[in-house]
């Protein structure tokens, strides 16, 4: 059975920093994309950061560019997404998901529980 775990979310202030990280057990991860998102109720989810299983970056969400970088350690099965700057717009349940690419997609086939991140003001 596959199992996907975040960690790491918290309670922080606007300017701070954050890193989340997540754990993939049960699929073969170096065959994967490893993405994150994140949701805020009433709103669709959203894409903030992808990666490929080699370390090359799919995406970074205009909203987070310059400020979130997002890497991986295949050894461990890990993702982490590390979040600087922080604003009360971050706030939201962030998810992390692994998936397989397409010429025009990546599918992603299982997801975490998602770790709730608030950047007070």
């Known amino acids: 059975q596959v199992q996907v775990v975040e960690s790491g979310g918290g309670l922080v202030q606007a300017g701070g920093s954050l890193r989340l990280s997540c754990t993939a057990s049960?699929?073969?991860?170096?065959?994967?994309?490893m993405g994150w998102f994140r949701q805020v109720p009433g709103k669709a989810r959203e894409g903030v950061s992808s990666i490929r299983a080699n370390g090359s970056i799919i995406y970074y969400a205009d909203s987070v560019k310059g400020r979130f970088i997002i890497s991986r350690d295949n050894a461990k099965n890990t993702v982490s997404l590390q979040m600087n700057s922080l604003k009360p717009e971050d706030t939201a349940m962030y998810s992390c998901a692994a998936g397989i690419e397409s010429r025009y997609l990546v599918s992603y086939n299982y997801w975490g529980q998602g770790t709730q991140v608030t950047v007070s003001s």
């Open positions: 049960g699929l073969t991860f170096d065959d994967y994309v």
